[in-house]
């Protein structure tokens, strides 16, 4: 059984730094893209970073690039998300997840974290 | 403001047909990407539901199809329950970006 663990989140300042972790278990971890994505109080999805297999190809949405850095580590099966410069804005709930074969599906979501920015 | 559009609500008694849209442009759908749809009960994490446009997963009801034309992609739902009252989101692809619809909050009446 797929299964995506996060860890990490909590209650930080404005300005403030945080990691996430993501354990995967379930499936071969190197075989896959994974990718991060939140979702703010009340709001919708939002898709923050993606990692390839072998960690060449990594993508970032506009608003967190130069302050998040996605990662991961295949020998341990489990994705990071380093979060620098953190704003009020970036508070939400914070979910792993696994892109599919097909093309480019998410076919597996973690529980999710919630990271709050607030003074 | 989501590069993909949806409706924020729709609604439909127990039994009905409701349809979701999920509108884009040339960049995204226009452009041939693939649309995939998630369901997200509340307080869970979100579920895919719909795959490259018109594919369901492993135990997904056939009760949900999509469609894809042009900009436009649709999750249409048949005999509703009200179990399926849920927020509903589409995806797909642009330009080095992952995109989500804003979501549509499905009412079962």
């Known amino acids: 059984e797929v299964q995506l663990v996060e860890s990490g989140g909590g209650l930080v300042q404005p300005g403030g730094s945080l990691r996430l972790s993501c354990a995967a278990s379930g499936f071969i971890f190197s075989s896959y893209w994974m990718t991060w994505v939140r979702q703010a109080p009340g709001k919708g999805l939002e898709w923050v970073a993606n990692i390839n297999q072998d960690k060449s190809?990594?993508?970032?949405?506009?608003?967190?690039?130069?302050?998040?850095?996605?990662s991961r580590d295949n020998a341990k099966n489990?994705?990071?998300l380093q979060m620098n410069s953190l704003r009020a804005e970036d508070t939400a709930v914070y979910y792993c997840a696994r892109f599919g074969k097909n093309n480019w599906e998410i076919d597996y979501w973690g529980q999710g974290t919630l990271v709050s920015v607030s003074s | 403001q989501s590069v993909l559009?949806?409706?924020?609500?729709?609604?439909?008694?127990?039994?009905?047909?409701?349809?979701?849209?999920?509108?884009?442009?040339?960049?995204?759908i226009g452009a041939g990407h693939d649309v995939h749809w998630y369901r997200?009960?509340?307080?869970?994490?979100?579920?895919?539901?719909?795959y490259r446009n018109t594919n369901r997963p492993s135990g997904v009801p056939d009760r949900f199809s999509g469609s894809k034309s042009g900009t436009s992609a649709s999750l249409a739902i048949t005999g509703l329950q009200a179990e399926d009252e849920a927020d509903y989101y589409c995806q797909s692809y642009d330009s080095s970006l992952w995109v989500f619809g804003g979501g549509t909050k499905l009412t079962v009446l």
């Open chain 1, 57 to 70: 190809q990594i993508y970032y949405v506009d608003s967190v690039k130069g302050r998040f850095t996605i």
């Open chain 1, 78 to 80: 489990s994705l990071y």
């Open chain 2, 5 to 28: 559009t949806q409706p924020p609500s729709v609604s439909g008694a127990p039994g009905q047909r409701v349809t979701i849209s999920c509108t884009g442009s040339s960049s995204n």
């Open chain 2, 40 to 50: 997200q009960l509340p307080g869970t994490a979100p579920k895919l539901l719909i």
